[in-house]
């Protein structure tokens, strides 16, 4: 990260982000413009990064599978960075409108420098010259989310979600007083509001526990942004687009944050399971196993081995769903080779994690989790464990039923 040397102060600057619901009509994007106003006229420089319209990301991917079923990264990256690029200029232009001065700025423009890595770039270097620039000249700047540019000129994107990124990363290379997520919801609640009709909004959370929620499927945050803001200190809030609510501080830990037992309960669905019998209970075998699912660039989750009994043991691992159709053949002739029985796939699963730095400090998490499940009737196929979450295995038809259980017994409604 490099901050613009010798610029002259300006007003504190403020870093918005708003999202792809919350810029999903014209109606909307002027409603943007005026709380981007609004938040200018208030003594900020104001530096704005939208997301695609709604439904414009997946459409295009859905257009591009029209055309190609193995279009390149690249091009992908080309055609995807065009959502974002729409949003800047109509929300520059509905701030012009309003009497206000904006600019547009892709991400380039903005000095996003990222590796190669198209459709999931990491950002290796952000400039933000071209910004402090346009700020000290009084004007807002609108910067499109999710994309960047090689330091050879390719366009490049951040990965799903990757828009909350760009606004953590900017933020951070501004030294920027405040850092806002302004979505379709109040803030980060206990569970997904959807999922949960009884959540309720957190008012602060560490980063480390936000980053276990957004891996584990609370997709209120990209997980990465929330990684970037971990590692380089910038505490942000998730707010609404909407309303002037207060919303979720994410922040460092404090004292005080850990005598909470649970923050939040996280759902994922789609997942997928592989269970391999009768693996040799010999060393190596293991490893023979998960060198050739890495080879094959699967992304595996949970794995359990059971405990041997005579000489053989049982490895079952999850997955996304979509992973799965990686796997094909490629374990066939690993299993062959070890003298293990052939693999059982199984789909129709889920996850559902319960996070919270309290578990620290607080014993009994897990056997409140497991008597809630219990007691609803909902069977535990597999278990993992950190330091700050418990993740249960099971079917993907309970997994509504689960969360609302596990979010009960932790009395997550009334906290
Ligand atoms: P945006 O388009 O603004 O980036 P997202 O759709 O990415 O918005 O994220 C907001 C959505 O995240 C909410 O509408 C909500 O359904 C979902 N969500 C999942 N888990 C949570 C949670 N724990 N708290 C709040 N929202 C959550
Ligand atoms: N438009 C991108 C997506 O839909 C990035 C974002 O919205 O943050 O994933
Ligand atoms: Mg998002």
Redesign the pocket.
Known sequence: MTASPGSKSLPPVIVQ?Y??TSVATPERIRHVAQRVLDTQRSGHSVVVVV??MSG???SLIKLADQVSQTPTHREMDVL?AT??QTTIALTAMAINALGGKAVSLTGAQAGIITNGSHTSAKIANLSPRQIRKHLSDGLICIVA??QGQTLHGRIT??????????AIAIAAALKAKNCEICTDVDGVYTCDPRIVPTARKIDEITYEEMLEMASSGSKVM?SRSVEFAKKFNVPFEVRSSFNTNRGTIVKEETPGLENVVLRGVSVERNQAKVTIPKVPDTPGAASRIFTALAEAGVVVDVIVQNASSSGTTDISFTLNRDELEKIGHTLDSVVKEIGAAPLVRKDGIAKLSVVGIGMRSHSGVAARLFEALGQGGINIQMISTSEIKIAVIIDEDKIVEAANLAHEAFGLANA
């Open positions: 982000k999202g792809g997301s695609a414009v990301t997946d995807l959502g974002e989310g999710f994107t951040l990965g799903r979600g990757g828009s909350d990124l760009t990209q």
